[in-house]
């Protein structure tokens, strides 16, 4: 399809007659499921997009009702497209004003369409034009609104209430000062017609329906308002969005606050209809949505607004307090509802994060309401209506054990009433926890007392025990654990043990969470017998049983005060119900929170998982190879097995495992690349580090993360880990082949990094430079003349370029003839500027913004053995004062800090500013981590006296350079050499 070129040389333009045809075609071109039409469509698009009178074109397709839906779907993601990309002055296509101005009049007279998905995306798209150009180049878009909403009915009204809406969101992205101050102005202009529109409709509603409950008008006739229903809550949707971001603050006797006021009247009055009406509501749709919006609407305006919303609080928690205490068997089948209420009074009481919180205006208000009674009976309904199992949930758990599992462990606390009543248990508890403590206690011993003989006695307990596990931190001055373990949970564990269907299982699986929510409270007494009793429901026959302990085991071994040792008669056991468990479940979703538990213990144990390692990789490649396996479930298996190596250290007898799952973890081409990069990364820097052999396996994948850092340096931590574990592990062999490869890799990352990136390149490259100083600085060479550029050119913060300057460093002291000649071969693009001066200045004013004293010792002791050199002292007479100015005064902070025992860490990050640490115990780390540390005990930075370095230095440079020595003490401060002296005297 060729566009019409103009006579006058002007661009091509798009014309109505000639092209709208064609384009209707290629539409659809853009849904081929085929990669080669699609891709040709969409570069045709491309193409015809930035030519004018491409918008109005799609539009035209857009405003046909006799279209395709699909074609005019395509449309209008076609002019989002246009708008977002090119409808601001400065984009790289200009739209012209006029096609601009047509633009929008056309949208506002499309917006009647019937369609809602079409009608949705007219109103998203005038939201999106309005972000960019309300006010300034479309004024009368309000008044545009008002008009059509004053002169309309039905649907038209509809159409303009949703795009205002839309508008309002979009508008309240947009955070300057003065777009907040437009927004309020237009609030003022909106408010009191949209406040009308929606009181006068929710009377209308709400009066058909008490006649339609009087039995004065049929289902058919509460039928016919029901568009005009759907208008009263979009107009309640525009007055939220007003209240939102429109109002600052409102006063007491101001319009919003009257409007909040008859919201919150008509709030109850609704929810008085839906509970007489029943399942007999002819609008039930729409009463859910319409006390649903009522309730979010409270909720915004209380977090948004606390200050101005205080006076209503009173009437507000009166209102969530009847809900909950005394409709809750109503309330529960309109969940939403009842947890919007329960979200409304925990905000309101929470005293730490809350809007009401301890000093706030409303805090007393919150007080005065919630009496010590309030409370209790709030407690009360929590614990013995909203705690406690229903038949649903028991039927579910008997049919579908692994969904129960899922929805008993969700945390949608804004979604789900148990969840949320639990948090709203917690904040009741905090807010008053010496007098709720006790009481709490007491109805436990109240229900501990009553004969199990029934469901209901054990839905009771389980309630119980559910509210004093949630409350493990809240309730251990009222209970002692480890007493009532021993006295009462432990026998029950036990009872109708042998029954599968036995209610008592419901009391196993709550004991079994107990246990885990109280590991706190765990006695070194009362340790064996909890890990006894966990292994046991770990091996019940029920799902929901065994999984409850798997998880109570996870926060049992990752507690502080676990012991290995203590642990150690149970670990077969716990091992093998682990695995088990993960085998016996069918849902991806279950396995996966099985799985943390296992690798919890694993890293807790340590060696100790020597004689299971085995098994668990079986395991684990058994589920690895399993058609079933997503990519989660392969997440989960690497980080299980990145434990496993470092737990047992050297795993070659796994290599051919291993190896297969990092090539597909770090393959760029892998499916799951998104999802198992980076722990894939985090298993190949454990395999390589606890390698004891580098094998042809281990060199076949290193290519893999030379393509990963040619495509992006967003994994370049754990990328140079690996590099420098293969040059630790590899060594000649290694370097023999990829020298060549990493010399690039180096040059290309510091020219083009940030500067928080650079950190990362430093400790490979010093580690390379330390073990072959010889081999490797000739192949560097362009790395270093990238670093000593940024250096001159002091492109990058300081910070960075005392990391170039510790390089440098490395190569000084520890191949200082190629640096020498590497300067030597250097040209300055200025001949009347020396490199080297410029580098010693350079590096002399750089000792200050080291970040630790190792690097400005390693500085130190590499400039001060250029005074060995001949005629360096004489060539350089000021900067070689400086060096050995500079270098004594790191000699006398050596000298006044702890002493020679500072080390490097050999796990040290190098942008960690505090690096200097006691060198660590290396029984339990990698055997790469080892050579690095004992690298570093050799290192000249943590061997080598520097007060002594120097003397000798000096010594040096009086036989080789005397006059060139001379020169220097006239330029250096006396004072310095007599401090110096005095301090090293009779070292």
């Known amino acids: 399809m060729a566009a019409q070129a103009s006579a006058d040389g002007l661009p091509p333009v ?11 075609q290629l539409l659809p071109e853009l849904l081929n499921k085929l990669d080669g039409p699609r891709k040709a469509a969409e570069h045709q698009l491309m193409q015809l997009e930035k030519i004018p009178g491409f918008c109005t074109l799609c539009l035209e397709i857009l405003g046909n009702a006799q279209a395709e839906l699909r074609i005019r779907q395509v449309s209008v993601h076609c002019l989002k497209n246009v708008v977002t990309r090119f409808w601001r002055p400065r984009s790289e296509v200009i739209i012209a004003n006029d096609e601009k101005a047509n633009f929008r009049s056309r949208l506002i007279q499309l917006l009647p369409e019937p369609n809602d998905i079409i009608a949705t995306q007219i109103c998203v798209l005038i939201a999106q034009i309005a972000r960019l150009d309300w006010p300034r180049f479309w004024g009368d878009l309000f008044p545009t609104f008002f008009s059509l909403f004053q002169a309309s009915s039905g649907l038209p009204r509809l159409r303009v209430l949703q795009a205002m809406r ?29 406040a009308n529109l929606w009181s006068s409709g929710n009377d209308m509603i709400l009066h058909a329906l008490s006649e339609f409950a009087n039995q004065r008008a049929t289902a058919e006739q509460i039928h016919g308002i029901e568009l005009d229903a759907v208008v009263t809550l979009e107009a309640l949707r525009v007055l939220h969005l007003l209240f939102m971001y429109g109002f600052e603050s409102w006063k007491v006797d101001s319009p919003p606050m009257a409007c909040l006021r008859l919201i919150l009247d008509r709030y109850a009055v609704c929810v008085q209809a839906r509970d007489s009406l029943g399942h007999n509501n002819p609008l039930a749709k729409f009463t859910r949505k319409y006390i649903k919006e009522f309730g979010r609407l409270h909720l915004d305006v209380l977090e948004k607004n606390a200050a101005s919303y205080a006076p209503l609080v009173p009437a507000a928690l009166e209102f969530s307090f009847n809900a909950v205490v005394l409709h809750t068997a109503a309330s529960l089948k309109w969940e939403k509802f009842i947890v919007d209420n329960m979200l409304f009074m925990e905000k309101c009481m929470d005293s730490k994060t809350g809007p009401y919180r301890e000093g706030t205006a409303g805090a007393a208000i919150v007080d005065s309401f919630f009496t010590v009674d309030r409370q209790k009976q709030l407690i009360q309904v929590i614990m013995t209506q909203l705690f406690p199992l229903t038949l649903k949930d028991l039927e579910e758990w008997e049919n579908d054990p692994e969904e129960f599992i899922h929805d008993a462990g969700t945390d949608a606390a804004t979604e789900k009433y148990r969840p949320c009543s639990e948090n709203l248990f917690l904040v009741l508890l905090n807010r008053n926890q010496p007098v709720l403590g006790p009481w709490v206690v007491s109805v436990l011993q109240q229900v501990s007392q009553m004969p199990p003989n029934s469901l209901d006695a054990i839905l009771a307990k389980d309630a119980c025990y559910n509210a004093v596990a949630r409350a493990c931190w809240e309730l251990p001055p009222y209970i002692n654990f480890a007493e009532w373990f021993q006295s009462t949970l432990h026998a029950e564990l036990n009872m109708d043990r042998q029954n599968p269907t036995s209610p008592w299982r419901i009391i196993r699986r709550r004991i079994g969470d107990l246990m885990g929510m109280w590991v706190a409270a765990h006695t070194a007494a009362m340790k064996p017998a909890v890990y006894a009793a966990l292994n046991d429901l770990m091996q019940d026959r029920d799902m929901v049983v065994a999984f409850t302990a798997t998880q109570a085991v996870q926060y049992v071994v990752g507690d502080t005060s676990f012991s290995a040792e203590e642990f150690l008669p149970y670990l077969d056991t716990a091992v093998r119900c682990l695995f088990n468990i993960v085998q016996r479940a069918e849902y991806v979703d279950t396995k996966l ?12 144990v340590g060696d100790r998982i020597v004689p299971y390692a085995d098994g668990i990789v079986n395991m684990l490649a058994t589920m690895w ?9 392969r997440q989960a298996t690497i980080r299980t097995l990145t434990r496993i190596v470092d737990a047992i250290g050297d795993s070659s007898r796994f290599a051919a495992f291993f190896c297969h799952v990092i090539n597909y973890s770090v393959s760029l081409s892998s499916e799951d690349i998104l999802y198992v990069l980076e722990d894939g990364l985090d298993l190949w820097i454990a395999v390589v580090n606890n390698a004891a052999v580098f094998t042809p396996e281990l060199l ?27 040059i630790l592990l590899g060594r000649s062999d290694f370097l023999q082949i990829y020298m060549p490869d990493l010399g690039r890799l180096f040059a290309k990352l510091a020219s083009d990094l940030l500067d928080d990136a650079i950190s990362y390149l430093l400790k490979p490259l010093e580690t390379l430079i330390m073990l072959y100083p010889q081999e490797a600085t000739p192949m560097l060479q362009d790395t270093f003349n990238c ?9 990058l913060t300081e910070r960075t370029i005392t990391y170039f300057l510790a390089v440098f460093g490395r190569v000084l002291l520890h191949n200082q003839p190629f640096f020498l000649g590497w300067f030597k071969s250097l040209k300055s693009p200025d001949p009347t500027q020396n490199v080297m001066k410029m580098l010693l200045q350079k590096w002399v004013s750089s000792f200050e913004p080291m970040p630790d004293l190792r690097r400005r010792k390693m500085s130190a002791l590499a400039l001060m053995s250029l005074l060995a050199v001949p005629e ?18 790191v000699c006398l902070d050596e000298l006044a800090g702890p002493g020679p025992e500072y080390r490097v860490r050999p796990d040290a990050v190098e942008s960690d500013e505090e690096a200097i640490l006691d060198l660590p115990s290396l029984s339990s780390v990698g055997i790469q981590t080892r050579q690095l540390a004992f690298l570093y005990q050799n290192d000249p930075v943590n061997s080598v006296q520097l007060h002594a370095f120097i003397r000798e230095k000096i010594a040096a440079c009086q036989q080789v350079d005397p006059q060139g020595y001379a020169a220097v003490l006239q330029l250096i401060e006396p004072l310095v050499l007599q401090q110096f002296s005095e301090r090293t005297q009779g070292i």
């Open 14 to 24: 798009l014309t109505l007659q000639q092209h709208l045809q064609p384009l209707y």
């Open 166 to 194: 839309h508008t309002l969101q979009s508008l309240a992205s947009r955070t300057l000062s003065a777009d907040r101050r437009q927004l309020a102005a237009l609030t003022t202009t909106l408010f009191e017609a949209v």
């Open 593 to 604: 929170r099985v799985m943390p538990a296992l690798r919890t213990t694993i890293e807790q």
């Open 625 to 633: 190879n399993s058609p079933e396996c997503t990519a989660f479930l």
């Open 700 to 726: 076949q994948l290193f290519p893999k993360v030379l393509a990963i850092m040619n495509q992006s340096v967003t994994h370049i931590d754990r990328c140079m880990k690996v590099v420098e574990a293969y």
């Open 787 to 795: 670093m000593l550029q940024h250096v001159l050119e002091a492109s």
């Open 872 to 889: 360096f002292a004489s060539s350089f007479a000021e900067e070689a004062s400086l060096i050995l100015q500079e270098s004594i005064g």
